[in-house]
C-alpha cells in the first residue's frame, strides 16, 4: 500500500534534472549557482552529491516511523498512509525540534525569513495522492529513482544487487534503517562516502522516547496518591501529639491554623 | 537584587533614584539586550543567531530555557520538604525560594519567545496535540507549573493588598496546589532529559544515556537546593537579613545526598555504557566533561563532605555556587558541547544572542529586587507590616502567612 522511491545510485549519470524538476514542483528558485550547491537547504530539498565519479542523492527518507513527526509539539509534521511525511507550515511554531531529532538532519529552515518555515522533501505529497510519481522519478532520464510500491521496490533492489555480484554494496539503505525508510538507495561504495550514517539501528528512534513518555499516565495519580498519602502521615502525626498534650517540634504557633485543609 | 539600594519595609514610598555601580550594569545590558531584540524581530533568526541548518539549537535553548528551568527547581524542592514533608523550620526561606521560581519560569517563557520561528503560535500545543512528542509534554508542564507556581505566589501579593477572600480560597486550594506543583515539575524538568533520547547516534557518549530523565530530575533538585542557598546568602547580604544559617546548613546537609546519589549513578551509567575509557582520552569533550565533574560533582562533594564547611555561610555559599556552575555546565554540554561531534559544527553564540540572555537574567535580578521592595518577601519585613497593621489583621495573620507558602 505505502508508495516508495528506489534510487540506484549506479545508473545515476548525474543530471540534475531530478533537482531542477523537484525545485520547480515545490516553487523554489533553479539556477546554475544553486545547481552548485551539494546541499540540502530550505531552498534545496534534494541535490546530489558527486564523489569522485560517483553520484548519490540526498533527499528526505520519508521514514516509516519518523522522529520529526514523533517530536513535533503541534503534529505539523505527519506520516501519510501513502508513504509521503508532510509538513503544514500554518500549525508550525518554529522550535526546530524536528531538525534537532532526524537521524538525516533533514529538515531544514528558512533562516533568513523573519516568518521563517520548515522546508524539506515532502515525497510530492498531492502528485501521490493523485496516483502520480514523484516530480523526480517522473523527470529521471535513466530509471535511477523509480517510484512504486514499497515492497515492489524491495524485490526489485534485492534483484538487482543478486543479479550483480560486485556492483553493488550489499545493503539496501533505507530497508531497516530506524524501522524502514520511504526512499530505498542502491549503491557502489560504502553508503557513508555520501554522509549516510551507518549504524542506525533497525528499531524505530520514536520508541526511545515513547518508552519513557508512556509511563506518565501511571506517574501522576501514583505520585499524587503518594504525596498525598506522605502529607497526611506528617500531618497526622502533628495531630496526635497535639492531642496528646505533647507539643510536637520545631512548630511556629502562627503557623498551626494555616496548614490544615 | 542590584536595584534594591533603598530600605526595605515601605512599599511604595518614594526614593531618589541615584546611580550605583549594578544599577549601570543592568542598564547597559538592558540597552543591548533591547537593541538585540529590535534585530531578532525585524531581521529574523538568521540575522540574530548563530544558529544554522547543522546546529539549529544554541544558547537561548541551552541557556535560557534548559538551565532557566534547572535554577528555578528550588520552588518544588521547598514547598514539598515544607508542605508535604512538614519541615517547618525551612519555613522562613520558602517564600524568596517561591519568588525565584516564579520569575524563573516567566523568563523561561519569555526567552521562547525570542527563541521560537513564529514565537505568535506558542499557544499552538494548548488545542494541537501530539501526546507522542516531549516537547508537547514540556510544553503543557511548564504552562500548567507557571500558573501553580503563579496561584503559590499569590497570597503574597494577596496579602500586601490585604484581600482576604481570595487569599482564604488559595489557602484552602494549597495542598493540592502543592502536589500537583510537584508532578509537574518531576515530570518537565525529567523530560528536558528526554528530548535528547531521540537522537542517539548525534549526542556525545558521555552525555547520551537512557537515564537522562534520572539526571535532568536529580540534578534539578541539586540546583534547587544550591539556588536556595545561593539567593539566600545574596539576599542576606544585599537586603541586610538576618542569613537563616541554620536551614541553609540542613539544605546543605542534603544536598550533599543528592549530589552523591546523582554521582553514583552516573557513574554505573558511564561504567555500564563502556565510556569510562573516554575519559581518559584527551580531547575537546573529555576537557569539558571534566570541568563538568569537577564543579558539579568532585569540589562541592569534597567541600560539603567536611563538617567545617558545611557550618560556615562561605563554605555554603562557594559550595552551592560551584554546584550551580557545574550543572549549568552540565546542561550546555548536552544541548551543544555533545553536538558539535556529529554535526561538525562549532557552535558559538552571537552577541545578540548573549545580549537577549544578559538582559533576561539581569531582568530576573532587577525583577527580585522590586519584589522585595515592594511585596512581603520576607519575614522581617513581614513582621514590620504586621505589627503596623490593625488588630483584626494581625489576628488573621497566620492564616495569611500561611497561605503564601
Known sequence: MSRALLYDSTVCIGCRQC?????????????????????????????????GDKFMRRLCMNCNEPSCASVCPVGAMQKTALGPV?????????????????????????????????????????????????ACAEICPTGATKFGERDDLIADAQQRIRDNPGKYVNH????????????????????????????????PLPMLTYRV????????????????????????????????????????????????? | MKLSSSPMGSPFRATGFRFTFWKLVFLFLLAAGLYATFIRFTQGLGASTNLSDKFPWGIWISFDVLCGVMLAAGGFTLTATVHIFNLERMHSIIRPTILTAFLGYILVCVALMYDLGKPYNIWHPLIMRNPHSVMFEVAYCVMLYTTVLALEFSPIVLERFNMRKSLRFVRSILIPLVILGVILSTLHQSSLGTLYLIMPEKLHPFWYSPLLPVFFFLSAIAVGLAMTIFE?????????????????????????VVLWLYAILRFEDLAHRGVLRLMIRPGYEMYLFWLELMLALILPLILLSQRKVRASPTGLYWSAVLVLLGFITNRMNVSITGFEGSTGVHYFPKWTELAVTGMIIALGFA???????????????????????????????????????
Open chain 1, 19 to 51: 533537482e531542477q524538476a523537484c525545485a520547480s514542483q515545490n516553487k523554489l528558485p533553479y539556477d546554475d549557482s544553486i545547481a552548485a550547491e551539494e546541499q540540502q537547504s530550505a531552498h534545496k530539498l534534494t541535490c546530489i552529491v558527486t564523489r
Open chain 1, 86 to 134: 508532510i509538513y503544514d507550515a500554518s500549525k508550525c511554531m518554529g522550535c526546530r525540534y524536528c531538525m534537532v531529532a532526524c537521524p538525516f538532519s533533514v529538515p531544514k529552515y528558512e533562516w533568513g525569513k523573519l516568518i521563517p518555515k520548515v522546508e524539506k522533501c515532502t515525497m510530492c505529497p498531492d502528485r501521490v495522492a493523485a496516483g502520480k510519481q514523484t
Open chain 1, 172 to 203: 539496501i539503505y533505507g530497508l531497516q534503517e530506524v524501522g524502514g525508510t520511504s526512499v530505498l538507495l542502491l549503491s557502489a561504495v560504502p553508503f557513508e562516502t555520501f554522509g549516510y550514517r551507518s549504524g542506525l539501528g533497525k528499531d
Open chain 1, 213 to 261: 513518555l508512556s509511563r506518565i499516565p501511571d506517574f501522576v495519580p501514583l505520585g499524587g496518591m503518594a504525596l498525598g498519602g506522605i502529607w497526611w502521615i506528617t500531618h497526622r502525626r502533628e495531630e496526635v501529639a497535639l492531642s496528646e498534650g505533647r507539643k510536637p517540634a520545631q512548630k511556629k504557633d502562627d503557623n498551626k491554623t494555616g496548614r490544615k485543609p
Open chain 2, 232 to 256: 539566600s546568602s545574596q539576599s542576606a547580604k544585599h537586603f541586610g537579613l538576618q542569613l537563616e544559617l541554620p536551614v541553609l546548613q540542613e539544605l546543605g546537609r542534603v544536598l550533599v
Open chain 2, 367 to 405: 525583577l527580585f529586587g522590586l519584589a522585595v521592595q515592594y511585596l512581603p518577601i520576607f519575614a522581617q519585613e513581614h513582621a514590620v507590616e504586621a505589627i503596623a497593621e490593625s488588630t483584626a489583621t494581625v489576628e488573621s495573620e497566620p492564616v495569611l502567612e500561611n497561605a503564601g507558602d
